[in-house]
């Protein structure tokens, strides 16, 4: 495997003592600066919280190949935009290292991982699921907005082997939210996403928005915000001195 790169990232510091994160991973062609930059337009601020860093990786530039080889930054690389082609795993495989390594730098701050969640717009959200849901299954939990997972992906069967292996510790909490009308990524892609990983094991959410293309919307981003928090609530002065 190809050494761990340190990838670019800007974040949203918390406005109090940090005891939480969120790791938001942007969609293909995007940057981290732009998605933060988007959800700011959208939302009129920042998302913002009290004791909650968020942190917007950018993913470096590659050839994508549904772009015929042109440079783009994507989290890896794909067939054909499609739910009907296996996935590029070598590519994933390479990301879920860089990415593990933004995970460890906020260990190393302090923020153990059950307090931390893992999602993203779009491809960002894909990525997300193969980082949560195969590497890093005891975060608080993970989102994946406008996003889909192939039919054939090795996320179902991670998720099936960790519901097994599991008796005690519940799986992840997954929360989705899709656009009906997604020109992109088919609202029916989302949908089957989230039937496969609940039969696999995951509890889902799954919410449509309707009338929404392949963007973000204000409603969508404050239900977000809102399961974060419940996700990772503020913790007692009691409990964070023993962190």
Known sequence: MAA?????????????????????????????????????????????????????????????????GALSHVWFDRHKISR???????????MCSNLGAVVQDEIRAGVPKHRMVIGGFSMGGAMALH???????????VFALSSFLNKDSVVYQ???????????HPLLDLLQCHGTADELVSH??????????????????FHSFPGLNHQL???ELELLRSWILKKLPLESSSSSDGL
Do not use: N
Not at 84 to 94: K, T, Y
Not at 158 to 168: I, M, N, S
């Open 84 to 94: 009907d082609c296996p996935e590029h795993l070598e590519s994933i495989e390479e």
């Open 188 to 205: 029916s892609w989302g949908e089957e996403t989230s039937s496969l990983l609940k039969k696999a094991g995951m509890t889902t959410s």
């Open 131 to 141: 980082l949560a849901c195969r590497y890093h299954q005891d975060i608080a939990g």
């Open 4 to 68: 761990v790169q340190k990838l670019r990232r800007c974040a949203v510091s918390q406005t109090g003592k940090h005891s939480a994160s969120v790791i938001f991973l942007h969609g293909s062609g995007d940057t981290g600066q732009g998605l933060r930059a988007w959800v700011r337009d959208v939302m009129t601020q920042d998302m913002a919280f009290e004791h909650i860093r968020v942190i917007y990786p950018t993913a470096p530039s590659r050839p994508y190949t549904p772009m015929h």
């Open 158 to 168: 991670a998720v099936e082997d960790a519901k097994q292996q599991q008796q005690q």
């Open 217 to 219: 919307c204000r409603a």
